[in-house]
């Protein structure tokens, strides 16, 4: 059973491009978290989606930033106009559909941005 | 979520013991305990969690004690590989949803020789 995966695991873009950052939950898994860790620094939750629908965004700067979780597909963190303080690495966690309160999350490898 | 205070770093010789404190003094009846590492900014992995039982898979123990302030992460028989930063996170009860999970600044634990 293949784990979480994010892809690209290094993306490199100069300030005003926009990134996409793309997560595959594990099979089965219909619960997906975006977290972000800027350097030396823990990581902070940013957006919690479930298919077609986010649930908590609570973590999700204003601007700029956005979330979506298709019925088909992988979910995709979207980033406009990067700026310098973007770059960080982006999580992302995935759970099973909510058969139990406490249901697990399980990261990726995470997707390492660097704005030039 | 209840905070958790953890040590900030910790030292194990390789094929003892580690054992790894966390504070929640605030912790409400309806909170698990949960136990992930990171890896040298790989992302994390989740170890272990419980409620108010002793509970143990094939990575570790974890011991929480009766009054529900305090756990104790246990790695039977540290090797280098388990070099990591430890993070002991409080974790919600919700009904229908899962919950964010809210990492603090945990233990860097060092394995040596």
């Known amino acids: 059973n293949a784990g979480v995966m994010q892809n690209p695991r290094h993306l490199v873009r100069r300030r005003g491009q926009e990134a996409r950052l793309r997560c595959s939950p594990m099979k089965g898994h219909s619960h997906v978290y975006w977290y972000r860790q800027l350097p030396e620094e823990g990581l902070k939750f940013m957006v919690y989606?479930?298919?077609?629908?986010?649930?908590?965004e609570s973590g999700m700067p204003k601007e700029r930033f956005s979330a979506e979780f298709p019925k088909e597909g992988p979910s995709i963190l979207r980033i406009q106009q990067v700026v310098r303080g973007d770059s960080a690495a982006y999580f992302c966690a995935s759970s099973p559909p909510g058969r139990s309160f406490t249901d697990t999350q399980y990261f990726g490898p995470g997707t390492r941005l660097t704005v030039l | 979520d209840a905070k958790t205070t953890q040590p900030p770093s910790m030292d194990c010789a390789e094929g003892r013991a580690a054992n790894l404190p966390c504070n929640h003094s605030t912790i409400s009846g309806n909170e698990y305990v949960y136990w992930y590492r990171q890896i040298h900014s790989q992302g994390p992995q989740y170890i272990i969690h419980?409620?108010?039982n002793n509970e143990t898979n094939e990575m570790a123990s974890l011991i929480i004690t009766e009054d529900r302030k305090s756990s104790t992460l246990i790695l039977p028989h540290a090797t280098l590989r388990d070099t990591a930063v430890y993070y002991c996170i409080v974790r919600v009860l919700n009904t229908g949803t899962a919950s964010k999970l809210t990492f603090g600044t945990g233990t860097r634990l060092q394995v040596t020789l």
């Open positions: 419980g409620l108010k």
């Open positions: 989606l479930q298919k077609e629908n986010i649930i908590d």
